[in-house]
């Protein structure tokens, strides 16, 4: 008799841990811990977005102080890739769905090669389907076939926050030379 006192004492036992726990694994689970949790994402993306617009408004004084200290003409784009054609070619205009073929010299600012079609040969890739840095084929597509121009590439526009992990390192603004050789 005293055996099914006990098992029942503790069945009810197991019931009451049950249900409290249940109880306070639901409390947990209301809209407040949602709310919360969305008032928390809206917070870190405005601080993120706060951080980025710093890096892209100080990424802006350092070109513009760089295309002043060499005297080049340069217009910036709304992406802000900075370019210059200092020769007109009298080809064909760049245009989404071409290859184009190019030869190219890509620098840091301080002068240090990184790459070139000299050491490399030259880079070949189809406008509009990527697999190139974004300021490259934005670039690109102001040009004609023969065409000098220079790009100046802030880092969204390159390689971002961790560089090529070769030659080009983190944030690093780059300077691309090119030649529009050919478009197909």
Known sequence: MKYNRLRIISGYLFLVVLLTVGLSCRRYNTQQP?????ASERAQKETLMNINQQLVEKDTKTITAFVEQKGWQMHATQSGLWYMIYRNGQGD???TGKLAELAYTV????GTTCYSSD?????TFRLGEG??????????????VGDKARF???????HGLSGDGDCIPRRA????????LILK
């Not at 949602?34 to 969305?38: I, L, S, Y």
């Not at 050491?119 to 880079?123: A, C, F, I, Y």
């Not at 603004?173 to 529009?180: A, C, H, K, R, S």
């Open 93 to 95: 205009k760049a245009t």
């Open 107 to 110: 620098s840091l600012l301080d």
């Open 173 to 180: 603004i780059i300077v691309y030379d090119v030649e529009l």
């Open 131 to 144: 697999g190139v840095e974004t300021g490259l084929e934005e670039g690109v597509l102001l040009m004609r």
């Open 152 to 158: 100046i590439m802030p880092p969204h526009l390159a």
């Open 34 to 38: 949602e709310q919360d949790t969305a």
């Open 119 to 123: 050491q490399s040969g030259t880079k």
